[in-house]
């Protein structure tokens, strides 16, 4: 499904030079789509090179945001996005990262490194204990997660 997702990162630690900025491709989210690796996930000194792959002839603007703890930016599921490894010996780089998709989302036949562990085998639907309904058009609710 199209459009289905944007991504809440909460910063726990400060996001900064020495512990690693957050990136994104600028107008990446309008490139074409391809059948490029599609994840900023690779680590080590690599990690943009899916990203380039999947620009193809396009051009590519990183934008490097520092997110003081406490802060937290918001991307649409087709904006390329990461950042390099933590430099810092000794401070951490810790967020929580809410994932917020449409209702009718299915899972694809290969839902990846973020999405791919709350699939189960006997469905294609996320799960309410893992993607709870938090706005509907229909007027449902995840009514056994908040029991009301």
Avoid at 45 to 73: F, H, N, W
Avoid at 92 to 107: G, N, Y
Wanted: glycine fraction near 8%; charge should be positive; charged fraction near 25%.
């Amino acid at each position: 499904v199209e459009n289905n997702a944007v991504t809440v990162w909460i910063a726990l630690d400060d996001a900064d030079a020495e512990t690693g900025v957050v990136e994104y491709a600028r107008g990446s989210h309008r490139w074409p789509r391809s059948s490029a690796k599609t994840t900023f996930h690779a680590g080590g000194a690599g990690y943009r090179q899916a990203m380039l792959d999947a620009a193809g002839t396009e051009k590519v603007d990183i934008a490097e945001l520092r997110v003081p703890k406490g802060s937290c930016v918001i991307h649409h599921q087709d904006v390329w996005h990461g950042s390099a490894c933590n430099g810092s010996k000794i401070r951490p780089r810790r967020a929580v990262a809410l994932h917020l998709i449409r209702e009718d989302v299915k899972f694809g036949p290969s839902p990846g490194y973020i999405y791919g562990r709350y699939k189960l085998a006997d469905s294609d639907e996320p799960r309410p204990e893992f993607f709870p309904i938090t706005y509907s058009t229909r007027s449902t609710t995840s009514a056994r997660l908040f029991k009301i």
